[in-house]
T-cell receptor
Framework: GAVVSQHPSWVICKSGTSVKIECRSLDFQATTMFWYRQFPKQSLMLMATSNEGSKATYEQGVEKDKFLINHASLTLSTLTVTSAHPEDSSFYIC????????????FGPGTRLLVL | AQRVTQPEKLLSVFKGAPVELKCNYSYSGSPELFWYVQYSRQRLQLLLRHISRESIKGFTADLNKGETSFHLKKPFAQEEDSAMYYCALSGADNFNKFYFGSGTKLNVKP
């Protein structure tokens, strides 16, 4: 149990377009979902935390107007990279946690974004 | 400031040798520490958390609040242990904040 999926697994887009990434908890209800960004050979950087039905909490330095997060249900969160630029190219990973397990997070496989 | 430090980027050991992956943290509140592992071409997965005090795949980790450390240990490394290991920190009273260390790549040689 506790499987998290992401879609798409990779995406290539033109500069200036917007890209939406979906994160779903397939077999459990996630009280909290997290969005991370990972640069090559670097660690995960937490971008934002979202709870179902409330606004996401963004980490310092992360533009909320650039990275729109919607957590519409207990099983789905979306990250939209608006007006993407080449510097937004990265590996985006989501994770989900459920309250009964405290801080344990279940990770999605990640989405590779390449902005041309 | 909250911080997780993993001083070693790469750790190479021979099969059967003991292994210790170091993790130090800085946190103002009551911390909860985790080790996550990422095998090649797989997603991150939880290895263990300090509150569980369990041994997973022969790995153990003890939270030392005096030294603010949470080192991961295994007495006899196996080749299948080769992976990327991340130490992570959260607040025991606030799981909405999560901080990862930079990771240590463990390479177990035959």
């Amino acid at each position: 149990g506790a499987v998290v999926s992401q879609h798409p697994s990779w995406v290539i887009c033109k500069s200036g377009t917007s890209v939406k990434i979906e994160c779903r908890s397939l077999d459990f209800q996630a009280t909290t979902m997290f969005w991370y960004r990972q640069f090559p050979k670097q660690s995960l950087m937490l971008m934002a935390t979202s709870n179902e039905g409330s606004k996401a909490t963004y980490e310092q330095g992360v533009e909320k107007d650039k990275f729109l997060i919607n957590h519409a249900s207990l099983t789905l969160s979306t990250l939209t990279v608006t007006s993407a630029h080449p510097e937004d190219s990265s590996f985006y990973i989501c994770s989900a946690s459920r309250q009964v397990e405290g801080g344990t997070q279940y990770f999605g496989p990640g989405t590779r974004l390449l902005v041309l | 400031a909250q911080r997780v430090t993993q001083p070693e980027k790469l750790l190479s050991v021979f099969k059967g040798a003991p292994v210790e992956l170091k993790c130090n943290y800085s946190y103002s509140g009551s911390p909860e520490l985790f080790w996550y592992v990422q095998y090649s071409r797989q997603r991150l997965q939880l290895l263990l958390r300090h509150i569980s005090r369990e041994s997973i795949k022969g790995f153990t980790a003890d939270l030392n609040k005096g030294e603010t450390s949470f080192h991961l240990k295994k007495p006899f490394a196996q080749e299948e242990d080769s992976a990327m290991y991340y130490c992570a920190l959260s607040g025991a009273d606030n799981f909405n904040k999560f901080y990862f260390g930079s990771g240590t790549k463990l390479n177990v040689k035959p």
